[in-house]
């Protein structure tokens, strides 16, 4: 972690690390992908869980969400696939994650566990089965580099006048062993992950830890969740485009980095950009979209 120096009023730069710092999104959604055909017998309907995991991991607001509430949308979209209906695969209803998700407890894996223990051979017993496969099989896989002008960034944009710390819905352990594996570690004051709650709540803990008033943060992500979670706590925020990141960070260093420490970076600087990330992502699923039809859609 990086060593403090006095200042004077501070800022705060938080930054999102999946898909943001490090480009590994794609090679998540592998992962995710096999693990749930795995786990609830998609074998069959492989074609659909492509389809559907695909589409709540990269391509529409849940991307960057907390994995058990992306499941929890996995789990139900795949109950109404034609294919899944067609070839009789019993998805189970995503109502015991989401009852469990709705107690605002902890979303880290033992705390899963201890509720799973409370219905044995359940769902949660399965969820949590299922995340604990994830993270074996992301914690075997080599490290993801991180984009490269993300780096040049965090080596070249210090300031002792800005705390830099790391939010995310990862679990903590994983966002450590990617930062260190990077050489990273040092360039942050502080790591949050899925254990301590939302990004809003990371956010907010992080505003409080250091001191920083609000007007004086700015969040940078590429998901529609790191974008509320800075609305949510009044910061402002910048997107990393997925599938852009070297051009977004780029953009970051030599544009928006001097524009918001003289503090000219204001809501219609970020409403501008933030339309860009609100463009690539969407709420309608393809399925949804096609049953709607070409006079449907305008």
């Known amino acids: 972690m990086r060593r403090r120096g006095a200042t004077g009023a501070l800022r705060l730069l938080a930054l999102d690390s999946d898909g943001t710092v490090f480009p590994n999104m794609p090679l998540k959604f592998r992962v995710m992908l096999e693990t749930i055909i795995e786990q609830f017998g998609l074998q069959r309907v492989r074609v659909a869980a492509d389809r559907v995991v695909r589409f709540f991991n990269l391509e529409s607001r849940w991307r960057g969400g907390h994995r058990f509430v992306v499941l929890a949308e996995i789990l139900d979209a795949l109950r109404i696939q034609p294919e899944v209906c067609a070839a009789g695969v019993e998805v189970p209803s995503s109502a015991p994650l989401r009852a469990y998700l709705a107690t605002g407890g902890a979303r880290s894996s033992e705390a899963l566990a201890a509720a799973a223990r409370q219905d044995p051979g359940g769902l949660l017993e399965r969820v949590h089965r299922w995340s604990a496969e994830v993270s074996a099989r992301l914690a075997a896989l080599p490290p993801v580099c991180p984009v490269d002008e993300a780096v040049r960034a965090l080596h070249e944009l210090r300031s002792e006048s800005v705390r830099r710390v790391v939010v995310s819905q990862a679990p903590l352990e994983q966002i450590r062993r990617e930062w260190e594996s990077a ?21 907010e ?89 070409p006079a449907s859609r305008g």
């Open 183 to 203: 050489g990273l570690i040092g360039e942050v004051d502080r790591l949050w992950g899925s254990e301590t709650g939302p990004k809003p709540a990371q956010l």
């Open 205 to 293: 803990a992080a505003l409080h830890e250091f001191g920083v008033p609000p007007d004086r943060a700015l969040m940078l992500g590429d998901s529609l969740g790191d974008l509320e979670a800075a609305r949510a706590c009044g910061a402002r925020f910048h997107p990393i485009l997925p599938g852009r990141e070297e051009d977004s960070w780029r953009r970051f260093r030599t544009k928006v980095w001097p524009l918001w420490l003289s503090g000219g970076y204001g809501e219609r600087e970020e409403r501008a950009f933030a339309a860009e990330l609100e463009r690539s992502l969407t709420d309608v699923p393809p399925w949804a979209a096609a049953d709607a039809g």
